[in-house]
Nanobody, 122 residues
Framework: QVQLVESGGGLVQAGGSLTLSCVASGRIVSINAMGWYRQAPGKQRELVAV???????TYGDSVKGRFTISRDNAKNRVNLQMNSLKPEDTGVYYC????????????????WGQGTQVTVSS
């Protein structure tokens, strides 16, 4: 079994900061990439940031320069530092991982966390 558990969501005023964390647990061989997506009410889920095992990062256009993704490989954890938050950053933030679990014969699979709510008030 593999689980992704997010933490760190909450309510913050515009211009403030929050840090989200996600830990992957279970029988994991390797993690190819971990990242964050978000979904606002009535909208599709969108990319926030992804960090690949080689260190390359991809950010959504709306968060570039404000959000920073980092990873602790030893702890299978990814963090998302969110600065200069805007009301339009409000939504449920989901952790995502592309990883290889024990017994999967090096075949990777995609996993999602349960989501954590971020609300930015104006």
């Amino acid at each position: 079994q593999v689980q992704l558990v997010e933490s760190g969501g909450g309510l913050v005023q515009a211009g403030g900061s929050l840090t989200l964390s996600c830990v992957a647990s279970g029988r994991i061989v390797s993690i190819n990439a971990m990242g964050w997506y978000r979904q606002a009410p009535g909208k599709q889920r969108e990319l926030v940031a992804v960090l690949a095992s080689g260190g390359s990062t991809t950010y959504g256009d709306s968060v570039k320069g404000r959000f920073t993704i980092s990873r602790d490989n030893a702890k299978n954890r990814v963090n998302l530092q969110m600065n200069s938050l805007k009301p339009e950053d409000t939504g449920v933030y989901y952790c995502n991982a592309d990883l290889v679990r024990v017994g999967a014969y090096l075949q990777s699979s995609n996993y999602w966390g349960q989501g954590t709510q971020v609300t930015v008030s104006s």
